[in-house]
């Protein structure tokens, strides 16, 4: 059975409709990827899923629980994280999870405290208050925190912005260390690197989600080609790219440029074209998954115009 | 498990903010240094009774009726006379700026008509702009002025059958003989310092955790809204009783104000007023979205509270509506148990209405913010 199966989630504000049928099936021990730009409703429907909002239409269940009965199982079964810190700045690392053990009924409370604090490499930082630490140890923090009831299921909203590279890198390999477990995560992210690490991403626009699958089913089901041109004048090839139809996404990556669009016949005639005009060269380029969130976004932006 | 109420939980909600109010030092210092300072403040400065009233003297004469009638004034401690003058006008002006509270005038034929027996007469004119200054002042003259003349006239003058005819009133002052005012106002202090700190202090106790981000966190945890209630409430309740020993410790050994009734009695009126004033304040934050708004509502109810409680004013001497109006606020109910059972030892059951008015209150705020919090972000 799915740790998260749920249908035709929707949700609105004042009339605006937030998450719009949302479906989505996540597998034990599997960690899920939830994409999609700012305001797309990533949020709202972590919270719909771990019972902090009330879905308007939708039914589905969660941890086997359902999600219009029984939210506060839910609650105290899975571990949310927030994507603002919101834990107690004037609390130290300990007092905060002391806190926490607590709420949750933990036994005895300096027993689990003293393990989640080695666990997560937090011992030594243990009278900091959680208003002084950096941005990692904030989120370690976070983290600590939510996974001290040993919950079988972690919602991460936007874990890691504001995080440095190697606290990101530390994070990640938590994570997969407990999915390895048998702990389900679902995780919201902007960053691709992250997508990439993920058993299968969700992308949301818009409230609708647009698509699903593994990193690969994604990028292929995108039907999307790409072109990489080098050499010759690639500014100018840049500025001529862009105003031939068929080309839906010119980006420079260094010394590259990646042409990408939806017909192959029409983008290779242009690039063709283009690159005998300013002397460049051209081969065939793989599609990553940047350009099919790139187009995700633009198609998103043509539909609500 | 059970998600309606568990000690262990309430208890890691009590730990967490008693946590959180030690590391806030400054509110920590304000809640036991500012009752004590306004006590003093206000219970030094507060007089009902005004005496030693700056007074200004208007007279041509030296005569020994005018004397007698000066010094028969000032015996009585309303009048302090500062300054004096030989014209009408220039008694007038002192009253006008303010110099004084009243202007005495004795005529220059004062002398002679008390002698001749034909209806002498002086004049007062007192600042009424504040009628309190005025009235304890005023209310003394006739009798004093009256006696005084007597003194001087020799009384056989008057024979025994005319003052056997004379009317005698007489006015017990009970509860509090000489009047003083701080018998009156130390305790009701109490109330309105009470009402300020506690109920400005809880009406923060959800805002905070909604303006700090840490609501959502708190809501996707175990803790029931009656945990929640209860934890953020009952660390103010110590605050409070802190507060209270402070203020009866000072207004026993400071004002000497007496306590006259049963302890256990008083305290337990205190206890449920505290209650009240901690749920109410929880209410106002489960209405309220910001701590601005929480700020804005404590002041709303506060000095309505304060005027039509019977603090200030004689609660008997306002209108009919007005009284109702008071009946709303717990300050009033508890003005009424506070000098009761202090300054007259009434018993429990005289005062009971009272007592069970302010237990009303507490059920009606608790259920209102059980009702008012929101377990989701909805």
Redesign the interface.
Same mark, same amino acid.
């Given at each position: 059975m799915n740790v998260i199966d749920v249908h035709d989630l929707t949700k609105s504000f004042n009339g605006k409709t937030v998450v719009d049928h949302v479906s989505m099936a996540v597998g034990r021990g599997e960690i899920s990827g939830f994409l999609g730009p700012n305001g797309s409703g990533k949020t709202t429907t972590i919270r719909v899923m771990c019972g902090l909002l009330k879905p308007d239409t939708g039914h589905g269940t969660v941890l086997g629980h359902d999600l219009l009965t029984e939210g506060l199982r839910i609650k105290r079964e899975v571990g949310y994280m927030t994507q603002r810190f919101s834990f107690y700045e004037d609390l130290s690392i300990e007092e905060n999870l002391a806190f926490v053990a607590r709420l949750y009924e933990l036994e005895p409370v300096g027993q689990a405290v003293r393990d989640t604090l080695e666990d997560l490499g937090l011992y030594s930082r243990r009278r900091q208050l959680a208003g002084t630490l950096s941005g990692g140890w904030k989120q370690r923090l976070a983290l600590a925190a939510c996974l001290m009831h040993k919950p079988s299921l972690l919602l991460l909203d936007e874990p890691t912005a504001g995080v440095d590279p190697n606290a990101r890198r530390e994070f990640w390999d938590e994570i997969h260390a407990r999915a390895a477990d048998g702990l389900t995560v679902l995780v919201s992210t902007h960053y691709m690197d992250e997508a990439e690490r993920c058993h299968r991403i969700h992308y949301i626009s818009y409230g609708k989600l647009i698509a699903s699958g593994t990193v690969d089913e994604v990028v292929d089901n995108a039907g999307l080609f790409t072109l990489l041109v080098t050499g010759g004048d690639l500014a100018e090839a840049q500025k001529r790219l862009r105003r031939i139809e068929g080309v839906d996404q010119v980006a420079p990556f260094g010394v590259t440029l990646h042409v990408v669009g939806t017909d192959h016949d029409k983008l290779e005639a242009a690039v063709r074209q283009v690159s005998s005009e300013t002397g460049s060269q051209w081969t065939k380029g793989e599609t990553s998954l940047e350009d099919v969130f790139i187009q995700f976004m633009a198609n998103a932006r043509d539909n609500m115009a | @498990?059970n998600?309606l109420f568990?000690l %262990? %939980?309430l208890? !890691? $909600?009590i730990?967490?903010e008693l $946590?959180?109010m030690r %590391? /806030?030092r400054v509110t920590f210092v304000m809640m036991l240094g500012v009752p004590l300072v306004q006590l003093i403040l206000f219970g030094y400065a507060i007089n009902l009774d005004p005496k030693g009233l700056p007074a200004a003297l208007v007279t041509a004469s030296q005569d020994q009726y005018t004397r007698a009638m000066v010094s028969a004034l000032e015996n009585t401690g309303y009048y302090r006379f500062d300054y004096l003058v030989d014209s009408a006008e220039k008694g007038d002006r002192l009253l006008e700026n303010g110099t004084v509270s009243f202007v005495v005038t004795i005529p220059g034929d004062f002398a002679r008509r008390v002698i001749r027996g034909d209806h002498p007469q002086i004049l007062i004119e007192a600042d009424a702009t504040d009628p309190s200054v005025a009235s304890g002042a005023i209310s003394t003259l006739s009798t004093v002025a009256a006696q005084a003349l007597l003194r001087e006239q020799s009384a056989e003058v008057q024979s025994a059958r005319e003052k056997a005819r004379e009317l005698e009133v007489v006015v017990h002052r009970l509860y509090n003989p000489e009047g003083i005012t701080q018998y009156n106002i130390v305790p009701g202090l109490l109330g309105v310092i009470l009402q300020l700190t506690m109920v400005m202090m809880t009406s923060m106790a959800l805002t905070r955790e909604t303006e700090?981000?840490? @609501?959502?966190?708190l =809501?996707? @945890?175990? !803790?029931s809204p009656l945990e929640i209630m209860l934890g953020k409430v009952i660390p103010y309740l110590m605050v409070g009783a802190v507060q209270v020993l402070v203020v009866l410790g000072a207004a026993r050994f400071l004002f000497g104000v007496p306590f006259v009734g049963s302890m256990p009695l008083l305290l337990g009126g205190i206890a449920i007023f505290v209650m009240s004033l901690v749920l109410l304040g929880y209410t106002f934050s489960t209405l309220a979205r910001s701590q601005m708004q929480a700020m804005q509502l404590t002041f709303f109810f506060f000095l309505p509270s304060l005027m039509l409680s019977g603090f200030m004013f004689p609660f008997r001497g306002m209108p009919d509506w007005a009284q109702m109006l008071g009946e709303i606020f717990p300050l009033t109910h508890f003005l009424r148990v506070i000098r009761a059972v202090m300054l007259k030892g009434t018993d429990f059951v005289t005062i009971s209405n009272e007592i069970g008015a302010l237990f009303l209150f507490v059920l009606i705020y608790a259920g209102l913010a059980l009702l008012r919090f929101r377990?989701? =972000? /909805?």
């Amino acid at each position: 059975m799915n740790v998260i199966d749920v249908h035709d989630l929707t949700k609105s504000f004042n009339g605006k409709t937030v998450v719009d049928h949302v479906s989505m099936a996540v597998g034990r021990g599997e960690i899920s990827g939830f994409l999609g730009p700012n305001g797309s409703g990533k949020t709202t429907t972590i919270r719909v899923m771990c019972g902090l909002l009330k879905p308007d239409t939708g039914h589905g269940t969660v941890l086997g629980h359902d999600l219009l009965t029984e939210g506060l199982r839910i609650k105290r079964e899975v571990g949310y994280m927030t994507q603002r810190f919101s834990f107690y700045e004037d609390l130290s690392i300990e007092e905060n999870l002391a806190f926490v053990a607590r709420l949750y009924e933990l036994e005895p409370v300096g027993q689990a405290v003293r393990d989640t604090l080695e666990d997560l490499g937090l011992y030594s930082r243990r009278r900091q208050l959680a208003g002084t630490l950096s941005g990692g140890w904030k989120q370690r923090l976070a983290l600590a925190a939510c996974l001290m009831h040993k919950p079988s299921l972690l919602l991460l909203d936007e874990p890691t912005a504001g995080v440095d590279p190697n606290a990101r890198r530390e994070f990640w390999d938590e994570i997969h260390a407990r999915a390895a477990d048998g702990l389900t995560v679902l995780v919201s992210t902007h960053y691709m690197d992250e997508a990439e690490r993920c058993h299968r991403i969700h992308y949301i626009s818009y409230g609708k989600l647009i698509a699903s699958g593994t990193v690969d089913e994604v990028v292929d089901n995108a039907g999307l080609f790409t072109l990489l041109v080098t050499g010759g004048d690639l500014a100018e090839a840049q500025k001529r790219l862009r105003r031939i139809e068929g080309v839906d996404q010119v980006a420079p990556f260094g010394v590259t440029l990646h042409v990408v669009g939806t017909d192959h016949d029409k983008l290779e005639a242009a690039v063709r074209q283009v690159s005998s005009e300013t002397g460049s060269q051209w081969t065939k380029g793989e599609t990553s998954l940047e350009d099919v969130f790139i187009q995700f976004m633009a198609n998103a932006r043509d539909n609500m115009a | @498990m059970n998600t309606l109420f568990s000690l %262990r %939980r309430l208890h !890691a $909600i009590i730990l967490k903010e008693l $946590i959180q109010m030690r %590391r /806030d030092r400054v509110t920590f210092v304000m809640m036991l240094g500012v009752p004590l300072v306004q006590l003093i403040l206000f219970g030094y400065a507060i007089n009902l009774d005004p005496k030693g009233l700056p007074a200004a003297l208007v007279t041509a004469s030296q005569d020994q009726y005018t004397r007698a009638m000066v010094s028969a004034l000032e015996n009585t401690g309303y009048y302090r006379f500062d300054y004096l003058v030989d014209s009408a006008e220039k008694g007038d002006r002192l009253l006008e700026n303010g110099t004084v509270s009243f202007v005495v005038t004795i005529p220059g034929d004062f002398a002679r008509r008390v002698i001749r027996g034909d209806h002498p007469q002086i004049l007062i004119e007192a600042d009424a702009t504040d009628p309190s200054v005025a009235s304890g002042a005023i209310s003394t003259l006739s009798t004093v002025a009256a006696q005084a003349l007597l003194r001087e006239q020799s009384a056989e003058v008057q024979s025994a059958r005319e003052k056997a005819r004379e009317l005698e009133v007489v006015v017990h002052r009970l509860y509090n003989p000489e009047g003083i005012t701080q018998y009156n106002i130390v305790p009701g202090l109490l109330g309105v310092i009470l009402q300020l700190t506690m109920v400005m202090m809880t009406s923060m106790a959800l805002t905070r955790e909604t303006e700090r981000g840490t @609501m959502e966190n708190l =809501l996707a @945890m175990p !803790a029931s809204p009656l945990e929640i209630m209860l934890g953020k409430v009952i660390p103010y309740l110590m605050v409070g009783a802190v507060q209270v020993l402070v203020v009866l410790g000072a207004a026993r050994f400071l004002f000497g104000v007496p306590f006259v009734g049963s302890m256990p009695l008083l305290l337990g009126g205190i206890a449920i007023f505290v209650m009240s004033l901690v749920l109410l304040g929880y209410t106002f934050s489960t209405l309220a979205r910001s701590q601005m708004q929480a700020m804005q509502l404590t002041f709303f109810f506060f000095l309505p509270s304060l005027m039509l409680s019977g603090f200030m004013f004689p609660f008997r001497g306002m209108p009919d509506w007005a009284q109702m109006l008071g009946e709303i606020f717990p300050l009033t109910h508890f003005l009424r148990v506070i000098r009761a059972v202090m300054l007259k030892g009434t018993d429990f059951v005289t005062i009971s209405n009272e007592i069970g008015a302010l237990f009303l209150f507490v059920l009606i705020y608790a259920g209102l913010a059980l009702l008012r919090f929101r377990r989701t =972000l /909805d």
